[in-house]
Nanobody, 122 residues
Framework: QVRMVESGGGSVQAGGSLRLSCAVSGLTFGTNAMGWFRQAPGKEREFVATIGWSSIAIYYADSVKGRFTISRDNAKNTVFLELNSLKPDDTAVYYC???????????????WGQGTQVTVSS
């Protein structure tokens, strides 16, 4: 059974930082692409970042480029998302996802975590 557990969310002021983690079990982590998505209230779930199994292929949404950093530790079956220079518009539930390729669409990911809340106040 695949299990994906996000952690590290919280409430911060604008300009602050957070580091999200997603611990994965039940699948061959080192052969899966990992993605982060987010969903704000009343909005569609949107792509944030993705990383290929070897950490060579990395893509970001334009809205987070230069502020967020995705990374992974295949030895620990964990993917990270470093969030810096946070803005109120970054407020959302952040989800990690596992898929075959590092693509930017939700349909490309088979397994999802339960999400972690990030709230940024102005």
């Amino acid at each position: 059974q695949v299990r994906m557990v996000e952690s590290g969310g919280g409430s911060v002021q604008a300009g602050g930082s957070l580091r999200l983690s997603c611990a994965v079990s039940g699948l061959t982590f080192g052969t899966n692409a990992m993605g982060w998505f987010r969903q704000a209230p009343g909005k569609e779930r949107e792509f944030v970042a993705t990383i290929g199994w070897s950490s060579i292929a990395i893509y970001y949404a334009d809205s987070v480029k230069g502020r967020f950093t995705i990374s992974r530790d295949n030895a620990k079956n964990t993917v990270f998302l470093e969030l810096n220079s946070l803005k109120p518009d970054d407020t959302a539930v952040y989800y990690c996802a596992a898929g075959f390729l590092p693509i930017t669409t939700k349909a490309g990911y088979k397994y999802w975590g339960q999400g972690t809340q990030v709230t940024v106040s102005s």
